[in-house]
């Protein structure tokens, strides 16, 4: 009953920007943690970023720190992820998730997952 849609993704050159957004429905939006996660081809899936149900914490990865903003909207039920200066090291699907997301850990994780939302970055 959780649904979790991403979007936002595409194709942008080294040095670009894009925003991906994320709309939930099927849980009490603004009491959960949320996070981004990507995974690149024939890779694990890794954590991006994360932000406590107020919004008052985040979280970020030291690969994408000072260059990605996590935010959400709790009146939209959305969490958006603001990538500046992409890298083509950033070529990857992009997952929101939530439901068991610690604000407590370096690398959280998640119980529900959307679909993801492709980002190619050129060179």
């Known amino acids: 009953q959780v649904r979790l849609a991403e979007s936002g993704g595409g194709l942008v050159q080294a040095g670009g920007s894009l925003r991906l957004s994320c709309v939930a429905s099927?849980?009490?939006?603004?009491?959960?943690?949320l996070a981004w996660f990507r995974q690149a081809p024939w890779k694990e899936r890794e954590f991006v970023a994360a932000?406590?149900?107020?919004?008052?914490?985040?979280r970020y990865a030291d690969s994408v720190k000072g260059r990605f903003t996590i935010s959400k909207d709790n009146a939209k039920n959305s969490v958006d992820l603001q990538m500046n200066s992409l890298q083509p090291e950033d070529t990857a699907v992009y997952y929101c998730?939530?439901?068991?997301?610690?604000?407590?850990?370096?690398?959280?994780?998640?119980?529900?997952w959307g679909q993801g939302t492709q980002v190619i970055v050129s060179s």
């Open positions: 099927g849980l009490a939006f603004s009491t959960y943690n």
């Open positions: 932000i406590s149900w107020g919004g008052s914490t985040t």
């Open positions: 998730g939530t439901g068991d997301v610690s604000m407590s850990t370096a690398t959280p994780k998640a119980k529900y």
